[in-house]
């Protein structure tokens, strides 16, 4: 451990079990030496084991619907009177898509459904910079960072509506972060992660097909929720500070394969 974080306040959204990416970033911001509030919708709360992750790492709960700028303010402002002063990092880990859920095709869309997950992984994003700007809850130097998969730029047929969600994510990330930059050197970036298996990666039909086959196109192998959490550690840290408005590939280097000799080796018949 390098004590990266020592003396960073932060909040982390999206801890719901063990698996999740935003677990094991809280886990390792907390060996790094910074503080955090958790928190969740509501209803994950009851779902998820999130109170042992709070145990384990020293910290509260504050419970918020990240798509309900009321909840989001009530946290803020819990937030930095918990950990005594502003916010330095921030960790986007929220996804979800109801069409996804309920067995959409992406060709047979219910409009309620898309909204609701187009607010719940998309707009939150800009509710929670929105709210920390506005009340200038954000330390100078702060790093905000928000997950996100390549299905924003590219075709993966299963990722339904959720690619779109992506898209959108981080085009707010790049808008976002300019006014933030300027106005408080604070930086925002998006973290595109390798599959992987969590309940929100699950959801994606075809999952175990898909995780395998990114596996093998890419020359590092996916790279696992512990990765994506060391990545964010960096990105928190002061290692990182003129970085910024990028979306930042996390994948073993995937994105940038067009095949590997593994998925020729699978085809070739001879
Ligand atoms: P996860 O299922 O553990 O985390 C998703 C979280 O979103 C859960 O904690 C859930 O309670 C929370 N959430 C849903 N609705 C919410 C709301 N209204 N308000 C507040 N929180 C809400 O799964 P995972 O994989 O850790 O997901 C974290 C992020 O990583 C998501 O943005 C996901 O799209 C992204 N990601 C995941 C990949 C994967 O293959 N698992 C790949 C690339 C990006």
Redesign the pocket.
Known sequence: MYNLLKGKRGII?????E????WKTAERVHEEGGTFVLT??PI?MRM?TIKDLAEKTGSQIIP????SVEDIENLVDKAVEILGGKIDFVLH????SVNVRKGNHYTNQNYDYTQKGWD??AV?FHKVMQVLHKKEAMAEWGSIVA???MAAQRVFPDYND?ADNKAYLESIARSFGYFFGRDKKVRVNTI?????P????QGVKGFDGFIAYADKMSPLGNAT?LDCANYTVSMFSDLTRMVTLQNLFHDGGFSNMGVSQAVIDYFDKE
């Open positions: 959204f999206g801890a719901l079990d698996n999740s990416i935003a969740n919708a994950a998820g918020a619907d990240a798509t880990s929220i996804g979800m719940v992984s939150s997950l996100t998969y959720m595109s992660q390798s599959p992987t969590t309940t929100a990666g929720a």
